[in-house]
């Protein structure tokens, strides 16, 4: 039985329930990975964060830059596929997102889309120098985007850069935090070498999960070749381009492995986890927060008193083999886009692209399916000289 | 939580906004359009008045609510509820990228919704969705081989049509946007921008411009779909629709038309409880609602859905609110839309022909105890009855009672 002393939780007979608000989740970043708290402009706390974390911040937690008058988020906006070939008939299921789209006539093409290479040129500052993250309680709903003007404004007043903030905007309840926690979760496994991803690419109608992290043997080699600087964010595979990676690898025998975990609030995500676990993908199913009550079926992600995460992974789910096979299969053809969006759209093209039949997309799919993964990085790491 | 295409919608808005802020900045003017949008359902819910993007029905009940909204700091009373705001609405945006993801039917139907109560407020208001995308998914069933199947996903244009219908009823456009052409949205709102700032001839002009651009897009899109219409819907077995509907006194309704759906009360929530999946996986009220709505613009008459998989004890459990919370919204605002009315088997008089009568009671059955999607045979079977009721309706075979 646990009676601790929390200012910011509600003690229950067997287990402290934690309310999500602008100070715990300061404690939280702070204490479990190591986030320096330092003053808003406005002489708040904030969080400061270099350009890499806030750019997992913004595209995990969906906070928005402040660079300019009007906010920009990185999240939902690289997305390569929406469903996953492993669990439809061999089909991956393909959306612009890190590629973009134009029409012309009744044509479709590939354009410049949201990935870091065009967003570096679209925000020349947002992979450069500090963040500080400003925490915003509401008090009253809010249009989001007039706030972002608002302090937009306000930090110019104080003679700061806005460029250099991103806004996060707190509700006073335990409400609408599921992305503040995904973000918790895919640092925490970051750190265990897992890459994460919180838009994941799904079966259909089979209810797509919050958060998925993976362990594979291709986190050593992007490692290598300097892709990344640890395991990361999916996404952040497509910032080589920007970053300079200096990490080194593990290089420890590593066999294909899927974790998923749901997030929740205010309620159990049970029903959810039931249903991936009947799926039989991840060996790890767990909960994040879910008001830190555990399942005797799945693992939890919480945090004691003191804000750190306490992780159990709960029972090894059975999983079936020759779809985690497939599934590895998948994910190698699915890193590889990402490794191509270090590029620009013409040298993309330039490869991917020569027919003028059949569409832009479905051969840019095929072909970097169909390219060995060493080719592709062999492809963009010339490509990036 | 995973965030569906409003994420980007909402973002893009914020893209137009900074650059036609920007632009009129470059001009040495403060934008005085303010963008109303939020991150999350509960702000998309509330109403105007308080704050949010929900607009009301005629009888007061919550309409569908938007994506976000330019509006002007300006004392503002609704037209219908008659409250009043310290805010105009100028420009409501209800968007998807839908259609890149398998929203290529008659789903894109439920947005209709979102803006059906717009236009007679004097509010614009517009659908932005990608006019033309690729949807890729799976070509199993089409013996398609791997890794990719795509179609193109469009636009509805009988969605379009209706669109078009709403706008010339209230005089004020309702209208459908190419989510990926930004820049028609640009320039629109930059246009509106201009209005607010200087309302004169030249600004009305370009204004006028602007909307009238993307409506000519709108009617050239559905030209030839909208001559056959009505001569399809009497000619062909698609859509459902029955536009001469003979009433108990046999004659044909000069006020009602018909939309067949072969849905069952499934659709607005009320299941068994036997399959937890149920609930969400049948969730169409929204689109029902998208459906009745549609035929009642195009055809300025009201519009009965006509849904002969449900008996009355079906309509009674909606009566008696055994729905979830979402469809039973959609119910409310088609039962209390003087406009519109749902039929069961109940209201059908099938005259002589008990045994589709019985199918339809047969086929119910089957799908309420099974808490499922019903098996091939039996769902190739409703579509035969679907088809026998249409025409058996417009050959005065059968009647409505009413």
Redesign the interface.
Known sequence: MLFVHNPYGQHYEDQIVITLNKDSMIEILHKNFGFKKVKDPFGNTAIQMSARDAFRFSLIE?TPYLA??????C???MRVF??R?SL?????????GLFG???IG?T?HLDEGNSPYYLDKKFPSMFHGNKTVIFHEET???????V??DFHKKIKEKKEDPSEYLLS?VSKSN??K??FL?FVASQYFNKQGYLTES??PYA??QG???FAAYKTPLTDLLIDKKFIESACPLSEISTACIFSNKGKSFKEKINYEVVIGE?KTNADAT?QLC?HKELGLASCLFEIFARQKKKNDFGLLKFDDDYVINFDAGPIQSINKTLLKNDEKFFENYVKFYLIGNLPLEKIKEKFVTSKKE?E??QL??RV?NTSFNDIVNFVEQGMK | MAFGSDFRVKYLMRDVQRIVTKRLSEEGVENPLRLRVFDEDAGDNMLWDKGGLTFTTDEDNDAGSGDGAWYVEENWIDLISKKKSKFKPILVIEGTFGTETGNVGDAQKTKLSHIFELPQRKILSAILMPKLAEYYSSGKNQNKLPPTFVVNGRWMKSMVMASISLSQKWNCETMLIDAYNKQQLEELVYSLAKQQIQNNETNQEYKKKQIHEIMCEMSLFVDQYAKDFFEKSRRSNYPLSVLDLPMKDGKISSTWVAKIHSDDVKAFGVTTGKNPKAKSRHRNGHRLLGNAQELMQITGKNTFLLLPRWDKIDLKKLHDNQGDSKSQKEFTNLVDNPSLDILTMDDIDFGNDTELRDEFKRIRKIGIDLDAKLPGKDSDKLKECCLKLKWGLYSKKFKINR
């Open positions: 969906g300019q008058e009007y906010g920009y988020t999240k939902e906006q929406y469903g070939s439809n008939d061999g089909f991956v299921y393909y959306t612009p789209v134009k029409r009744d479709i009253t709903l809010e249009s989001k985007a007039e972002e003007r905007t409400s609408r599921e992305n995904e838009q994941v259909n109608n797509v999960p919050d997030a029903k249903t569409r997309s479905e799919i095929k399916m």
